[in-house]
């Protein structure tokens, strides 16, 4: 039996995307919510593309975004990748999903909160050993003080151990679905497959459920990403060597937009080219590689 990797793309979106009952317990188990009361029933789910008002505005694509029966809305990310950007891309994400409440002319009084979760597969504070990071608007001189609203939970998953967490069972079993599984997995640990909620999320990620054009799109992630490792590691390279003269911070930042900007362009490029010249519908090249159907048609 051969597994995909739940982190990727298509894999996350299959598991926590089509499955309420695997989000629910996802969200119940790594989210900070008080007492048995808080705990989320049932789900629904939005739309993943937060459409804007206007074309100028920016549009953003999350994996994952749902309510529950309470009007709590949920949006979950998975980030393989870390950047500068990705934060201020989840304040913007959490505060428009926060705002769109009031179409209608609901009163103020009647928003609910905006939880957001992303799950980096990457360390971004390694300066703190902690994987587990709550964000939320507080005073400054009194923490205690909160502004209700929006709250912001990130995980960084290279640091996740499972020692020392007999008590948040549920919270150890899915950080470890996601860091223990990959294509090398043969043999799921049997204390995973004891939970059903777990069992049910191995199921998903059986290589058997997707199809060859899918499979094909999961490899192209994949590529995708050591691409952009390479790009990042080549721009801190180059970033560093002209940070000599002009300052090591400024020069990685430059080099790193520039190169992975041009790299990621090329490579989806390259991506939509062979998939075209192997038969494969526009549609499908599109939403694998993010390119118009125009672009797709010119190459």
């Known amino acids: 039996m051969r597994y995909l990797d739940p982190k990727a793309d298509l894999t996350f979106k299959k598991v926590f995307g089509e499955h309420p009952d695997l989000v629910i317990s996802l969200l119940n188990a790594l989210l900070p919510l008080d007492g048995p009361e808080e705990k989320i029933v049932q789900v629904e789910y939005l739309p993943a593309e937060l459409v804007p008002e206007t074309p100028l505005k920016k549009n953003s694509i999350v994996d994952v975004r749902c309510r529950d029966e309470r009007g709590r809305i949920f949006i979950v990310e998975m980030q393989i990748l870390w950047s500068s950007a990705f934060m201020q891309r989840v304040l913007f994400n959490a505060s428009k999903a926060y705002v769109r409440q009031l179409e209608g002319g609901k009163k103020y009084e009647l928003l609910q909160p905006v939880y957001s979760l992303s799950l980096v597969n990457d360390i971004f504070l390694p300066d703190l050993k902690e994987y587990y990071h709550d964000y939320r608007i507080v005073q400054v001189e009194h923490t205690n003080?909160?502004?209700?609203?929006?709250?912001?939970i990130f995980?960084?998953?290279?640091?996740?151990?499972?020692?020392?967490?007999?008590?948040?069972?549920?919270h150890?079993?899915?950080?470890?679905?996601?860091?223990?599984?990959?294509?090398?997995?043969?043999?799921?640990?049997?204390?995973?497959?004891?939970?059903?909620?777990?069992?049910?999320?191995?199921?998903?990620?059986e290589e058997s459920a997707y199809s060859d054009a899918q499979l094909w799109g999961y490899d192209e992630f994949w590529d995708a990403v050591r691409v952009e490792k390479t790009l990042v590691s080549d721009a801190e390279r180059k970033g560093m060597e002209k940070g000599m003269a002009k300052g090591i911070e400024k020069g990685i930042a430059q080099g790193m937009e520039k190169g992975i900007a041009q790299g990621q362009s090329n490579e989806r490029k390259e991506t939509a080219r062979r998939m075209k010249n192997d038969g494969i519908?526009?549609?499908?090249?599109?939403?694998y590689t993010q390119l118009s159907i125009e672009e797709i048609e010119k190459l």
């Open 281 to 287: 519908p526009p549609e499908t090249i599109a939403k």
């Open 155 to 170: 995980v960084e998953l290279p640091k996740f151990t499972p020692q020392n967490f007999s008590q948040k069972k549920m």
């Open 172 to 205: 150890v079993l899915w950080l470890r679905y996601l860091t223990e599984i990959n294509e090398k997995t043969r043999q799921i640990p049997q204390e995973l497959l004891d939970s059903p909620e777990i069992n049910k999320a191995v199921l998903q990620i």
């Open 145 to 152: 003080k909160v502004i209700e609203g929006l709250r912001f």
